[in-house]
């Protein structure tokens, strides 16, 4: 393939026509099982769909084009890959998770860690010498999230890498929130990128999915491959088509994301009602530097504090006429949730925050709208 941009690639990645065909659009198959030889053959290289399918592999194959990884392995979700990513993991080993993360992921190490002999750490993974003061002897792996889920924290990717390197850990970013149109970790240092490609590279709220691209295909990939098929967390053809159409316009979607999120964040910074904004893309925002660097843009997603607590921010999420309050995040439409009452119990994010995902629409609608729900 002849170099190109990422735009031009996120359009040509795995794009080739159906060689029956010669459709331009890729098929679906369907088929859950393949004509294989009378000992077992892979005669058209493949077996059984938990195994591989043929649209799975080109998803596979043009996530790993965008991240620029060697390979990719697609999953039924987020939470799938990265259960087996940790799972993948020798029993002993320690994980650096950060402080602020995905509430799952924190569910996964506070519950299902110790059934699989893994110790872990939180840690304010803002703080480089947090991070390094948190490695053990038996650290294998720093988890990232940058920037966090729901505090919108930035971690210095590349730092973060040489602490990884010399402690002989892997180094995995969830770079669900700035794709790898705004965001490329695997050429900061990272091994691992996680997507939960429900989100922005699906785009449109209709398909879950998940992936984990390798820069380095080995000695990872086989372990993961045989974990996804014996545990059985394989993506569907239908979900791995839709999110690889998805792809097609990632590079246009957070684009648009991105100015339509920078605008509503700026008319949120004047509000009266709005104790703090956590947008990266501000430069009040205490990792805007770190951002600045390794961002191309800041991407569609931020919190804000509504000043009146708890019952302040419900009441606005009660009020808002074009967001719906919803959960999940990076559709076209714009999405606000009270993340504290939807983390539920043990949930660590301040009872006044609201996680807005700003979509596509035009963003003097989104400010009125919050102007008048926070009126």
Known sequence: MIPMRL???????????????????????????????????????????????????????????????????VFASGMGATSAFFQSLEPGSHVIIPEDVYVHVRVIAATHFKNWQLEYTAVDTQSTSAIAAAVRPNTRAIWAETPS???????????????????????????????????????????????????????????????????????????????????????????????????RTLPCRMERHSANAMAVAKALSSMKQ??????????SHPGHEVAAKQMKQFGGMMSILVKGGWDEAVRAASRVKIFQPATSLGGVESLMEHRASVEGEGSTSPKNLLRLSIGLEHPDDLTEDLAQALG
């Open 274 to 283: 709005v104790e703090r904004v956590f947008y990266p893309g501000l430069a």
């Open 7 to 73: 735009e031009t690639l996120a359009i040509r990645a795995a794009a080739e026509a159906d060689p029956t065909t010669g459709s331009v659009a890729p098929p679906i198959h369907l088929s859950t099982n393949f004509i294989h030889g009378p000992a077992g053959e892979e005669t058209f290289g493949y077996m059984y769909i938990r195994d591989k399918n043929p649209t799975q592999d080109r998803l596979e194959a043009a996530l790993a084009a965008l991240e620029g990884g060697e390979d990719a392995l």
């Open 149 to 247: 889920n729901p505090q919108m924290k930035i971690m210095d990717i590349a730092a973060v890498a040489k602490i990884a390197r010399q402690a002989g850990a892997y180094f995995v970013v969830d770079n669900t929130f700035a794709t790898p149109v705004l965001q490329r970790p695997l050429e900061l240092g990272a091994d691992v990128v996680m997507h939960s490609t429900t989100k922005y590279c699906g785009g449109h709220s209709d398909v879950q999915g998940g992936c984990l691209v390798f820069q380095k295909r080995e000695p990872l990939y086989k372990k993961l491959f045989h974990t996804r098929m014996v545990l059985g967390a394989v993506g569907s053809p239908f979900n791995s088509w839709l999110i690889l159409r998805g792809l």
